[in-house]
Each structure stands twice: as C-alpha cells, then as structure tokens.
C-alpha cells in the first residue's frame, strides 16, 4: 500500500542523522523511569511543550513517585495541576496512581486499560520507559509521516500502518522523539520549513497544501476555559455558586459547576464549592 519497503531505509537514516544533530533537550528525555514518563505524556496531551516543561518539574517535586501521588487527596493534585487545563487528565492520573500504588503495568495493553490513558499514551510510556517497539501517532507523527508517503497528513490507522512498516526495531524511543521533533521544529502544520527539512528528497508533500482546517470558536469563550477558570478560582479557597458566576460574569457557570461535580473534579458542601478533600 504504501511504498516503505523501498524509501523506509533511506527515510530512517535522514531521520535520525538529523535528530542526532538537532534533538530538543527535554526533561522527560533524561528518565526512563515509566512513572515520570506518564505524567509528562499526560501533561503533553493538547498542551504546547513551552507550558509543559514548568509545570512538569513542578508536579514531580511535589509528587515525585506514584505512591506519593496516589496518597495525595484529588484537590492537591488539581491545585498543582492548575494553569494546565483538561483538569480531567489530573483527576484520571490521580485515578491510575491509586490503582497500581506499587507501579505501573510493563506492557501497553495493560497500561491502555488504566483511567484516562488510552492507546496512544499507552504505547508510549512503553516505548519511551522501555525502548518497546510500540507504534502509536500523535499530531506531529501522523503529519511527518502522512507527508513523506502519503503526500498529506495521515488518518490515525494510516499512520499508525507506517510507523509499524518504518519503525525500527531498536532504539524505537529515538525514532518517535525524531518523528515528534521533526514534525514541531520543520514539518509544521503551516508553512512547512521544506527547504531546511532532512527527508525533503523523497517526501511526496515538499511544499504542499493539506486541508485547511475548520476555524474553532477564541479559546477563551468555550466551556473549556471556563471550566478551568472555576477550578482555578476553587485552588484559593471554598466558593459560592453565586460568587462565581458574578467573579466570572458567565450566565453558563451553573451548567458547568454541576458537570465538574459528576466528574468529581469539585464538591459542594453546606452551599459552598470546593476541590476535593
């Protein structure tokens, strides 16, 4: 189907020549240690590096093993988690500590059936805490290698068929830290560095255009901001229903107190709101 018998030697070896060269130096690339690496591809889900590498540092300071996270109380992982968003991460990472106190899962089915974590995040705490030759595909993996064989960004299935196709069988962590760094420094999403990018000769993209996306609503007026503007308020102390909605000035406060309650993100006790205990 696609042509990687052919181009996938050549492909690789451009790869990680460059990646060698110009590699990010990130906190979560100095440990193998799978506890760690979870929480930073947790942090790193829909969350830019440049707010991770912070609060990453932060948050194992203040949690540095999973025992230590698992018998903190929900509403000190939120207060530390705050500034991130998707406060749900936190709670589902809080979840998994509690569930497996003296360690992680070793392999990525037993990882994907922890809460929140998901087959993506799965394979790569495998891969990146124990070198397993995992195939898994985020935005920039699917883009770098939809571009190179497919001519334009990769379905989640079709990226996932390469990377099993390419992937080494050895060192697969550098080859998907490659794969990531290529696609966030060259092989962005618009206007593509082509011209600087190492695989250039035999990409099928070379200058292309994908499809323009659908233009989403500012982030500051979705549910999604708003939500964590209730969570931050809660990290000073316990809240009225009536306080927030007027500190926030949002007519949809109430519908979305009630929301992070059912998902236990927050509590209300005698007529105030709180995180939980």
Do not use: K
Not at 122 to 135: I, K, Q, R, W, Y
Request: with cysteine; aromatic share 8%.
């Amino acid at each position: 189907m696609y042509d990687t018998r052919t181009a996938g030697a050549s492909f690789r070896r451009r790869l990680l020549a460059w990646y060698g060269r110009s590699a990010r130096d990130l906190p979560w690339r100095r440990t193998r240690d799978p506890y760690a690496v979870l929480v930073s591809e947790v942090m790193l889900q829909q969350t830019q590096v440049v707010r991770v590498l912070g609060a990453y540092s932060a948050f194992l300071r203040r949690f540095p093993t999973l025992r230590a996270l698992g018998g903190a109380s929900l509403g000190d992982v939120l207060r530390e988690w705050s500034g991130l968003g998707y406060n749900r991460r936190a709670r589902d990472l809080h979840r998994a500590a509690r569930a497996c106190p003296t360690g992680l899962p070793r392999t990525a089915a037993e990882l994907d059936a922890l809460p929140g974590v998901g087959a993506y995040t799965a394979g790569a705490v495998a891969c990146f805490a124990h070198d397993d030759p995992v195939a898994f595909a985020d935005t920039n993996i699917r883009r770098v290698l939809g571009r190179a064989f497919l001519g334009r960004t990769a379905a989640e299935r079709e990226a996932l068929e390469l990377d099993a196709a390419l992937m080494p069988r050895r060192d697969a962590a550098r080859w998907h830290h490659a794969l990531m760094d290529l696609g966030a420094t060259i092989c962005v999403a618009r206007s593509p560095r082509c011209a600087d990018c190492p695989i250039r000769a035999s990409c099928r993209f070379r200058g292309g255009e994908d499809r323009p996306r659908r233009r989403q609503a500012p982030f500051v007026e979705s549910d999604r901001y708003l939500r964590g503007a209730i969570v931050r308020a809660l990290t000073l102390g316990p809240r009225t229903v009536a306080f927030l909605g007027t500190s926030l000035g949002d007519a949809r406060v109430p519908r979305l107190v009630a929301a992070l309650r059912t998902e236990g993100l927050i509590e209300q006790s005698e007529g105030r709101l709180r995180l939980p205990g």
